[in-house]
């Protein structure tokens, strides 16, 4: 089990905790952060097809529909951090609903 911690920050609010989840789990997937720019040095056949719909609502130049970029990203772990996403539709309301996805993706892999 790993533990995140930050101690430099004084944020008192779950909304924020939520949110940072998604961006921790964008670096993890993508082994660092993937911007716009990235994913076409990376795909240059993207070109096109991604679309604002794709991007972080936390930091916009970051692609967080990551599938598009890595097509080995199983589904459910795609469709967990595309709630990050601008077009998302549905956000997260609490941390543990994250770590409740994030379990049965885990458990989905088996």
């Known amino acids: 089990m790993y533990k ?4 430099d920050l004084n944020q008192d609010s779950p909304a924020f905790d939520i ?8 670096c993890v997937l993508a082994k ?3 911007t716009f720019h990235d994913a076409l040095q990376i795909k240059p056949e993207l ?7 794709d991007a ?3 930091f916009p130049n970051r692609v967080m529909n990551l599938r598009k970029v890595y097509n080995y990203i199983p589904d459910r ?5 595309c ?4 077009g998302g539709g ?3 309301d609490r941390i543990s609903e994250v770590a409740d996805d994030l379990a049965d993706c885990a458990a989905s892999l088996r």
């Open 4 to 7: 995140w911690i930050d101690f």
């Open 19 to 26: 949110w940072s989840a998604g961006n921790i789990l964008h």
């Open 32 to 34: 660092g952060f993937v």
């Open 47 to 53: 070109s096109g097809h991604l679309s604002d719909e």
């Open 56 to 58: 972080s609502v936390f």
């Open 77 to 81: 772990l795609n469709d967990l951090i």
């Open 83 to 86: 709630r990050f996403s601008i």
């Open 90 to 92: 549905k956000f997260y």
